[in-house]
């Protein structure tokens, strides 16, 4: 091999090594939040879908973590985006890290695929694109990846915040 390239298996090891060197840093940098905040939690790290996942968990059923999550999800969408300059300012690369708080990206990410396949069945009896309320970019995601799976094709309209969904007929 000539210098600067590696092997497909060199290069799956080493992306996989990088996604838990940004969980580590992200669990790091979140558990100092926790700490200066008072609040307890237990955080849990994973690669899905090539990207870096942090969970932070609770076993009570304490609103503390709630707090973290904010209304509709606002507060956890900041600590989502300070966890990934933490962790660029760590490492020099962008991260594409998802953080989830007390499961509710989780939920939320069922909840949408149903909206998904709901809406993807609408149009194909109607034949009429439909438009959704407007959506985070991790809320477009799934709403893409559902309707996609259910065969029909979508669309990203507007500007944020108010970016929303079109799912178009075949």
């Known amino acids: 091999m000539t ?3 590696t092997a497909p298996a060199a290069e799956g090891v080493d992306t996989l090594s990088r996604l838990e060197q ?3 840093i992200a669990a790091d940098y979140l558990e100092g939040l926790l700490d200066i905040a008072d609040l307890d939690g237990d955080i849990d790290m994973d690669v899905e879908a090539d990207r870096a996942a942090v969970s932070i968990i609770s076993d009570s059923n304490s609103r503390d973590l ?3 999550v904010g209304r509709d999800g606002e507060v956890l969408e900041a600590l989502q985006e300070l966890t990934r300059l933490a962790v660029h300012r760590e ?3 962008r991260s594409r890290l998802m953080l989830d ?3 509710y990206r989780a939920k939320k990410r069922t ?3 149903e909206l998904g396949a709901k809406t993807a069945e609408e149009v194909k009896s109607t034949g009429a694109p439909v438009k ?3 959506m985070t970019p991790f809320e477009r995601k799934v709403v893409h990846d559902a309707v996609a799976a259910a065969g029909l ?3 990203s309209e507007g500007e944020e915040p108010q970016r929303f969904v079109v799912v178009l007929p075949a």
């Open 3 to 5: 210098e600067g390239t």
């Open 22 to 24: 940004e969980g580590e």
């Open 66 to 68: 709630q707090k973290l």
């Open 91 to 93: 490492t020099g690369d």
């Open 101 to 103: 708080i007390g499961g």
């Open 111 to 113: 909840e949408l695929a």
């Open 132 to 134: 959704l309320d407007p």
């Open 153 to 155: 094709r979508s669309e």
